[in-house]
C-alpha cells in the first residue's frame, strides 16, 4: 500500500481551455471526484521536473475535469502544461469500500501461490467481464494475468503488499 504522502497521478493535462488559463484534465478513472475537493495538487511535467500548485477551482465537464492552478493565467502557460501528470497525495483518497481498492495499492505487491513467489504486479487491465492483474513473472517468462475472483484469489494483504492465490487454474500467461 502506498505511503500516505506519495503522490499519485491522477490526471493528465489535455488542453487547454479558454484563454484564462484553465486546464482540460483526462482522468484517469472518469467517475473519481477526488480532485474537485483539493486545494493543492503536484503537476509532473513530462521531462520529470515537479511542482506543488494551489487550485483556484476545479468542475466536472462531461468526463472530464476543468481546473484552475494558481500559477496558470494565460493559454500559452496552460499549453505548456499539455501532457503533464496531475498528482494526489494518497492520503487524500477517500476509504475504499469493503471488498475494494485502489490500483495504485495493487502496484507492486507480491503474488504468491502456496507460499511460492509468482511474481509483481505491474499493471490492471479491465476486460469486458472481468479485472486482470498483470504479474511481471519472477522466473522472468511471460507475464501471468490473474483474474481478480474470488475463485482465483485468496487474500489480498495490501498493507502487508502479498497477495495470495487459492490456484493457478484460470491465471495465464501472456
Not at 506543488?52 to 502544461?81: F, Y
Not at 501471468?144 to 497477495?163: F, N, Q, S, W
Request: hydrophobic share 40%; net charge negative; with cysteine.
Amino acid at each position: 500500500m502506498k505511503a500516505p504522502e506519495t503522490w499519485v497521478p491522477l490526471a493528465e493535462v489535455a488542453r487547454p481551455h479558454g484563454v484564462r488559463g484553465e486546464l482540460r484534465l483526462k482522468l484517469f478513472n472518469k467517475d473519481s471526484d477526488v480532485l474537485l475537493h483539493q486545494e493543492e495538487v503536484l503537476v509532473r511535467l513530462k521531462d520529470g521536473v515537479e511542482q506543488e500548485v494551489s487550485i483556484d477551482r476545479a468542475r466536472r465537464a462531461d468526463q472530464a475535469i476543468l481546473m484552475k492552478l494558481h500559477s496558470v493565467d494565460s493559454r500559452d502557460r496552460a499549453d505548456e502544461l499539455r501532457g503533464a501528470l496531475v498528482c494526489v497525495r494518497r492520503a487524500d483518497f477517500p476509504a475504499p469500500e469493503d471488498g475494494e481498492f485502489y490500483a495504485c495499492d495493487v502496484l507492486g505487491a507480491q503474488v504468491v501461490h502456496q507460499g511460492a513467489p509468482l511474481g509483481t504486479v505491474r499493471d490492471l487491465k479491465s476486460y469486458p467481464t472481468v479485472d486482470v492483474l498483470v504479474v511481471r513473472a519472477e522466473d522472468g517468462g511471460k507475464d501471468y494475468e490473474v483474474p481478480l475472483v474470488d475463485a482465483i484469489v485468496e487474500t489480498m494483504d495490501l498493507p502487508g503488499e502479498t497477495i495470495t492465490l487459492k490456484t493457478l487454474e484460470g491465471v495465464l500467461r501472456e
